[in-house]
């Protein structure tokens, strides 16, 4: 199969994010933002590494256009570092900040690939968390003024919009487990950082709208197909709780104006749902928006009984501060996520591309006839470099092609699935796990900084029809 299978408009892509790729941390009056504080916390980090370099994408971006032609992309979804842009999260704008993306666009849109840009990809400026983070009503306000920036400045040459990438991280990895930045313990209440999350995302939107009226914008979600693990009433409570937790709280605010009254009980906010979130948050929060993003990447089988036991602690490698860490399911700890016997990523993470469809599903029942996009798709796998540079990775490769498979079944279910961005372009920091993790496409030797494409790079690239697929000699070098 190729992308002629697929429907005329169909748009192929690549993903990236600004912390994962940039580097350039204080380049051009970017300030901190919390992933920069949490990287230098010890034990944060798998392997003790920051992003202070990453892919140095900054000062690399035109390189890394040039692969994404080589690839035959039609769009490329990166995000956009809050940091760069208005650095203490108040403010007026930096001119700087706003000319690197003008840069890398301008870059892209002289390839023909349409840049899909991200508003929120995980960094907040650490001068807003220093004032209590996502867990403050304020930093939605915050988060609109810096959309306004951002649209102002880009809005003429940017037509895709994301607010949000996965508030489910932001909220529960960030603000509950600990896991991720800025690595708080706040229990039940990382749910009202889930409700500033959304808020900002509604916020935004309007913020996009006003700016730039003709702009398709929309907010990415992480959704998981979940089951029990048999039908007892008890395994099929943990499967509602998880289900509630993953996708229903971001899902019905989003798409149906409200949220899920038994997720909200089992946190044990429903008083501060009651008294905090007000009909005028819910309109805002469910704005009639272009699209919906889906990062896909696995489906959870849960039981009762058992100790949560998170995604990421079920990679065997996974290190200390992992397991002591709370859960990142507040009010639903007695759930175990349970195995299969499915073939796993080196994430642990199982593999389950039929659940791709079941979670376009669950979006296309709420709203139906609503363009959804697979915004992130992709894998990690421990990569071997031969002598020449390149990598041999039939895993990951069909790993893309199982998924890209679904696409085309979601499509002939009659899911409007109008896109696919595979995770990642380029082999970048996998935040915990900083450097162990490689979800590349294309790999990189973070000692000379060398882009080669993998074997699944090559294979996305006969599939697309790009300059790539050519037969060898015939593609331009980079590197
Ligand atoms: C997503 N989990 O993150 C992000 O959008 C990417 O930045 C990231 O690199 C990619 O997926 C691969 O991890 C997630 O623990 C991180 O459930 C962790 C989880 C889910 C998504």
Same mark, same amino acid.
């Given at each position: 199969m190729d992308r002629t299978a697929f429907p005329p408009g169909f748009v192929w892509g690549t993903a990236t994010a600004s912390y994962q790729i940039e580097? &350039?941390?204080? &380049?051009?009056g970017r300030l901190p933002s919390i992933w920069d504080t949490f990287s230098r916390r010890p034990g944060a980090i798998a392997d003790g590494s920051t992003g202070d370099i990453a892919d140095d994408h900054y000062h690399r971006f035109r390189e890394d256009v040039a692969l994404m032609a080589d690839l035959g992309l039609d769009a490329y979804r990166f995000s956009l570092a809050w940091p760069r842009i208005q650095p203490d999260g108040?403010?007026?704008?930096?001119r700087a900040g706003i000319d690197f993306y003008r840069r890398l666009v301008d870059a892209l849109l002289e390839h023909g690939i349409t840049p899909w840009a991200t508003l929120y990809h995980w960094d907040l400026p650490q001068t807003l968390e220093d004032e209590g983070g996502w867990m403050q009503r304020d930093t939605a306000s915050r988060f609109a003024e810096y959309t306004a920036l951002a649209v102002e400045g880009l809005g003429d040459v940017v037509s895709h919009w994301i607010t949000l990438n996965e508030p489910w991280c932001s909220a529960f990895l960030g603000y509950a487990s600990g896991h991720h930045a800025p690595g708080r313990h706040e229990g039940s209440g990382s749910a009202r950082a889930a409700h500033h999350l959304l808020l900002a995302h509604g916020w935004g939107l309007d913020e996009i709208r006003r700016h730039s009226p003709a702009a398709t914008a929309g907010i990415t979600l992480n959704l998981y197909s979940v089951r029990a693990a048999s039908d007892s009433a008890d395994d099929l409570d943990a499967a509602r709780r998880i289900d509630g937790l993953s996708n229903r709280l971001f899902l019905d605010p989003v798409l149906r104006g409200g949220y899920p009254a038994d997720v909200v009980a089992d946190l044990g906010e429903s008083a501060w749902f009651a008294e905090n979130v007000s009909e005028q948050d819910l309109a805002a929060i469910s704005a009639p928006i272009d699209f919906l993003g889906v990062n896909f990447y696995s489906r959870h089988t849960v039981a009762a009984g058992a100790p949560a036991d998170h995604a990421l602690t079920t990679d065997a490698a996974g290190f200390e501060a992992q397991q002591a860490a709370p859960s990142a399911y507040p009010g639903s700890e007695a759930v175990a996520f349970v195995g299969t016997d499915a073939p796993r990523t080196q994430m642990g993470w199982e593999i389950h591309p039929d659940a791709l469809v079941d979670v376009l599903e669950m979006a296309a029942d709420r709203a139906p006839g609503l363009p959804l996009y697979i915004t992130e798709n992709g894998s990690a796998y421990e990569d071997v470099v031969g002598p020449d540079g390149t990598v041999d990775d039939p895993e990951r490769t069909a790993y893309l092609r199982l998924h890209v498979d679904a696409c085309s079944e979601a499509i002939r279910r009659g899911l409007p699935l109008r896109g696919y961005f595979a995770w990642s372009l380029i082999d970048n920091f996998e935040w915990a796990w900083g450097y162990t993790r490689r979800f590349g496409i294309v790999h990189v030797d973070y000692d000379t900084m060398r882009r080669t494409p993998k074997q699944s790079g090559r294979w996305f690239a006969r599939f697309l029809g790009g300059p790539l697929a050519q037969p060898a000699g015939s593609a331009a070098g980079h590197g």
């Open positions: 580097g &350039a941390t204080v &380049a051009d108040r403010g007026g704008v930096n």
